[in-house]
């Protein structure tokens, strides 16, 4: 089993930045892809980032170029660096980690909200 506490959301003017955080515990030695999804009220979650094990990065088109996500290893924890951040971007934010046996994990979510 693997644990996931996300934090670092909350409310941001538009342009703003934040960055949000997603501590692993657990059998983390089993996790190969740790990634960021996203939900808005009466729509389907969606991928926004991930990352492998090797540190390979994936984004969907609508964040590419604005949002940085990495991995430290030795704490275990993965990062969302969201810059120039949109009202569109206005969701809560999950992490989600999967194993090797291709098993999903997932935090609570923490909410994001982008607001002049």
């Known amino acids: 089993q693997v644990q996931l506490v996300e934090s670092g959301g909350g409310l941001v003017q538009p342009g703003g930045s934040l960055r949000l955080s997603c501590a692993a515990s657990?059998?983390?030695?089993?996790?190969?892809?740790m990634g960021w999804y996203r939900q808005e009220p009466g729509k389907q979650r969606e991928l926004v980032a991930a990352?492998?094990?090797?540190?390979?990065?994936n984004y969907v088109d609508s964040v590419k170029g604005r949002f940085i996500i990495s991995r430290d290893n030795a704490k275990n924890t993965v990062y969302l660096q969201m810059n120039s951040l949109k009202p569109e971007d206005t969701a809560v934010y999950y992490c989600?980690?999967?194993?090797?046996?291709?098993?999903?994990?997932w935090g609570r979510g923490t909410q994001v909200t982008v607001s002049s």
């Open positions: 990352i492998t094990s090797d540190g390979s990065p």
């Open positions: 989600d980690a999967v194993d090797r046996s291709g098993t999903s994990f």
């Open positions: 657990g059998s983390i030695f089993s996790i190969y892809v």
